[in-house]
């Protein structure tokens, strides 16, 4: 009887068990779904245009009839479209979830303050003042004569009033010279235009020194010529009183159309020193971005350190693919997480240090098997990652040209009414609007397998579409976004109208490079690191071929076919 009673309670409680495990089970799963319909409800903010693209599914353990039930519901979406995807089946749950890598707040952030705003416009606004100042010069000399600013040219009264007119005449070479002057300022002018006047592409943290030089020595010129203008009139003055001969105006014309001689080889040697000087390929630059390990190299010419900098951050915006952090942290597999898989039990109650002993040298072999099959850990996981990606592509693909057939343009007004199947004329965005939900899951799982899916908005995708319709690009046309990286400024997060970087450097920035000079650029998380050297001198030596070496003979046996 004890033993029958002992069993009875035994099972008793084993069915208790078994029901609280499933109550619990059901209670667990219930919750789970719960909280899963509030996530995807707290996802339901106004009104999107992928709203009738997302699809919602919920199981239930709950039977009816014996059977299971689906409940489909299509949910809106946020923007963050593909940021967040929890998917419950059963009794797990795997959520799928974007880190924010941003890493906080860069010391280095842009200051775009007044003083940023003065360092930018400083320097072109001093040379534009000074350009224009060395311009109207030629001008001011030749017309303030004439309007009596200066009195060597207006003798006094013992001065007949025809010897006043000479003074201020001109005849048929000074209006020869007048028209030389006339000609060389305007083009003065259009080559000023053409070359300097634009603006500043980057803002250098030292002077640029040819260009400072051009200014200077424009600087000095125009003072120079105004010092002996000045000088001579008042000689003239001098002269004029005391009976002599004066400054008469065909001279002052001459000299005028000096200094524009002048201004024109200045501008001239500022072409030569700041934009033909460097296109001659002097040194490579070997470009290798942190932390991904993408590499270029570029040949350029005699620049100095921070204009180096510069061309490299132009080609590295428009040649470099986009850089995306979120492809650093692949899947690890479960055999690369740390922690041992060995557990240990002193059975035969054996001493504590032996164990002790006996179980760091289970670990170490286990570590260091471990650790000679990581690289092949990482073969796989690879391998496996690129067959994804390989199968996701595809799969889009076929979902856009397959979306891109029920799209046709119509060429007329009428073509639509004597259509077989009534249709009503859409504009691009309506027509992007119905056929993107026929690929819309397909590309949601290949920006989620590549990680793009922060840069890609559904309001984004939805333009781009509208736009390859309305200029009938093709299915291949409309994923070249999403199947081709580059280059940086494709990505809309980069398209900043300033970009700020850090220069490091040894040597002194407005130095010219030279061979063996590292520099490297930073921002944010990203660098690069930028190593110089020289082109090599290549010998070219001439080497004659004789022209009777050029025959030749067809040898042939029983093997051979012809």
Known sequence: METESVKSALSEQSSRSRRSRSHTHRNNYRLHSNRSTRST????????????????????????????????????????????????????????????????????????????????????????????????????????????????????????????????????????????????????????????????????????????????????????????????????????????????????????????????????????????????????????????????????????????????????????????????????????????SFKFYDVDGMNTSSLQQSQSRAMLAAHARRRDSSHNERFYEEHDYERRVKKRRARLITAAEEAFTHIKRLHNDQGWQNMQVPAIPMDPQEAAQAVFPSMARALQKYLRVTRQQPRHSVESILTHLADCLSHDLTPRAFLEPFLVPSPVLQNEKEQKPVQTWALICEELLSRPVSHGITFQLRQNDVSLLCHVRALPHFNVTEEVVDPKSNKFVLRLNSETSV
Request: charged share 15%; proline share 5%.
């Open 41 to 340: 409800r707290s996802h339901r903010k106004g009104d999107d245009p992928m709203a009738p693209f997302q699809t919602s599914v919920t199981l239930s353990d709950e039977n009816r009839d014996g059977q299971e039930v689906i409940e489909v519901q299509i949910l809106p979406q946020d923007d963050n479209w593909g940021e967040n995807t929890t998917a419950v089946t059963g009794n797990t749950s795997e959520q799928s979830e974007v880190e924010d890598l941003g890493g906080g707040q860069w010391t280095g952030e842009p200051d775009t303050g007044l003083s940023f705003i003065c360092h930018r416009y400083l320097g072109s606004a001093l040379t534009t003042v000074l350009s224009v100042v060395a311009f109207l010069s030629p001008l001011a000399m030749v017309v303030l004569p004439k309007l009596g600013f200066f009195p060597a040219l207006n003798p006094g009264p013992t001065v007949g009033l025809q010897q006043r007119l000479l003074l201020l005449a001109c005849g048929a070479e000074c209006k020869g010279l007048l028209v030389s002057l006339a000609f060389k300022l305007v083009l003065l002018a259009a080559g000023a235009w053409a070359v300097f006047l634009r603006r500043p592409r980057a803002t250098m943290p030292r002077i640029f020194l040819f260009r400072a030089a051009v200014l200077v020595l424009v600087l000095v010129c125009t003072f120079a010529y105004w010092l002996f203008y000045v000088v001579q009139v008042t000689e003239g003055a001098v002269a004029s009183a005391t009976g002599e001969e004066a400054v008469d105006y065909k001279s002052l014309v001459a000299y005028s159309s000096s200094l524009t001689d002048t201004l024109l080889f200045i501008h001239y040697l500022a072409v030569v020193l700041i934009e033909i000087r460097h296109l001659q390929p002097v040194y490579y630059i070997k470009v290798v971005r942190s932390p991904d390990g993408e590499s270029r190299a570029y040949s350029v010419g005699q620049l100095s350190i921070q204009r180096a900098a510069v061309w490299v951050l132009e080609h590295y915006y428009t040649e470099f693919p986009i850089y995306n952090p979120y492809l650093e942290r692949l899947p690890v597999s479960k055999s690369r997480k740390g922690g041992s």
